[in-house]
């Protein structure tokens, strides 16, 4: 069975500042893949990065990257520059491999919260 | 840019009663999901759908729960006999073969 840990309940960080939210997880299978996702107040699920477990390269989009250390599991959020606008829930998620239904494992999430 | 939509936003309900909730997921897509997150908590897995039938589910969905997909395009999720433990946040969810989850902005299901 698939595991996805976060440790970090809530993170404050400075405007302006970069920050790291963690996420280990736990699996048996090879291929396997890891995404974040935003939940702001409004509630709605916004989809922000993507790493594969085949890829050498960790994923970046916009100041979003993803600190991806197979051996050790982990798959680490990294925003840099925060905006207030970031003050939202922040949930890792792990993906079952393809053939199976590739429905997606969440941890329990880390609140943010930016400070002017 | 291609969006998932549920319907209704919020829901309330009497317990007992059936509520049906509903997805139009995005049109190219193939895997269609339901999770539930219960306020305050993560968000949990419930049933998956793939080529007209389900795939997968979790053990949370139990007889009482069903999904289908009676015209092509809505995607329904039905609780037959609401219980107050089934008071949650619904979201649809679709992807192709690539990588990306869609979620849609959730349904929030209240039972009194």
């Known amino acids: 069975a698939q595991k996805i840990t976060q440790t970090q309940p809530g993170m404050f960080v400075q405007e302006k500042e970069a920050v790291t939210l963690d996420c280990t997880y736990d699996t048996s299978d090879q291929s396997y893949g890891l995404f974040w996702y935003k939940q702001p107040s409004s509630g709605e699920m916004i989809f922000l990065i993507y790493?594969?477990?085949?890829?050498?390269q960790n994923a970046t989009e916009g100041r979003y990257s993803l600190n991806f250390q197979k051996a050790r599991k982990s798959a680490n959020l990294v925003i840099s520059a925060s905006q207030l606008g970031d003050s939202a829930m922040y949930f890792c998620?792990?993906?079952?491999?393809?053939?199976?239904?590739?429905?997606?494992?969440f941890g329990s999430g880390t609140q943010l919260t930016v400070l002017p | 840019e291609p969006e998932v939509t549920q319907t209704p936003s919020h829901q309330v309900t009497q317990m007992g009663q059936e509520v049906i909730l509903r997805c139009v997921p995005i049109?190219?897509?193939?895997?269609f999901y339901w999770y539930r997150q219960i306020l305050g908590q993560k968000v949990e897995f419930l049933v998956s759908?793939?080529?007209?039938?389900?795939?997968?589910k979790s053990e949370i969905f139990d007889d009482q729960f069903s999904v289908e997909r009676p015209d092509g395009s809505n995607f329904t999720l039905k609780i037959r006999s609401t219980k107050l433990e089934d008071s949650a946040m619904y979201f649809c969810a679709t992807t192709s073969a690539y990588n990306e989850q869609f979620f849609g902005p959730g349904t929030r299901l209240t039972v009194l």
């Open positions: 759908f793939y080529n007209n039938e389900i795939s997968e």
């Open positions: 790493q594969g477990s085949y890829d050498e």
């Open positions: 049109s190219n897509h193939l895997y």
């Open positions: 998620a792990m993906r079952r491999p393809s053939g199976s239904a590739r429905q997606l494992t």
